[in-house]
T-cell receptor, first 113, second 111 residues
Framework: EAGVAQSPRYKIIEKRQSVAFWCNPI?????LYWYQQILGQGPKLLIQFQNNGVVDDSQLPKDRFSAERLKGVDSTLKIQPAKLEDSAVYLC???????????FGPGTRLTVL | GENVEQHPSTLSVQEGDSAVIKCTYSDSASNYFPWYKQELGKRPQLIID?????GEKKDQRIAVTLNKTAKHFSLHITETQPEDSAVYFC??????????FGPGTSLSVIP
């Protein structure tokens, strides 16, 4: 079974630039999550999708972050404009409907200079 | 809001010794407690989990205990090996979703 895929793996941008991350969850997983993991901290949930609908985006900085999952499969997370404090690893995870376990992708390491 | 605390933040043990990591949670409705292992530069991977209807679960060298009254749970690793070196995260959730992660424990197993 293929795992959660993410791209790019690494991205370096300057502050005020824009960046987008892509995630392809495990086939059949209706629930998709985006997490932000700052160095030395645990993952923090940014947004959760159930199919193509948003379930929870209470911790998403909506003035600069946006995410979509138009067809209920792949998802993109965008930051516009980026700030220095956005430097982190962005993890995508997916979960099957009736199971608790979340499966994580390899993450995208973002460095904002 | 919901919070998960984790101690210690760093832990060094000699190979073969045991390691214990402790977590507390604030949301009394939490009913699922997973533990993730994250090696440097890699994704978090589930190593063991426990649900609120049991007090202890064991899988080979790894065990987790849960005290719902005190709202704390612990990870126990016995006979530690160098490959156990990683960052361990505890987490808690009151549903399938809104998993709250602890800040992590960096475990070093010294050969």
């Amino acid at each position: 079974e293929a795992g959660v895929a993410q791209s790019p793996r690494y991205k370096i941008i300057e502050k005020r630039q824009s960046v987008a991350f892509w995630c392809n969850p495990i086939s059949g997983h209706a629930t998709l999550y985006w997490y932000q993991q700052i160095l030395g901290q645990g993952p923090k949930l940014l947004i959760q999708f159930q199919n193509n609908g948003v379930v929870d985006d209470s911790q998403l900085p909506k003035d600069r972050f946006s995410a979509e999952r138009l067809k209920g499969v792949d998802s993109t997370l965008k930051i516009q404009p980026a700030k220095l404090e956005d430097s982190a690893v962005y993890l995508c995870a997916s979960r099957e409907g009736t199971e608790y376990e979340q499966f994580f992708g390899p993450g995208t390491r973002l460095t904002v200079l | 809001g919901e919070n998960v605390e984790q101690h210690p933040s760093t832990l060094s043990v000699q190979e073969g010794d045991s390691a214990v990591i402790k977590c507390t949670y604030s949301d009394s409705a939490s009913n699922y407690f997973p533990w993730y292992k994250q090696e440097l530069g890699k994704r978090p991977q589930l190593i063991i989990d426990i649900r609120s209807n049991v007090g202890e679960k064991k899988d080979q060298r790894i065990a987790v205990t849960l005290n719902k009254t005190a709202k704390h749970f612990s990870l126990h690793i016995t006979e530690t090996q160098p490959e156990d070196s990683a960052v361990y995260f505890c987490a808690a959730t009151a549903s399938y979703d809104k998993v709250i992660f602890g800040p992590g424990t960096s475990l070093s197993v010294i050969p």
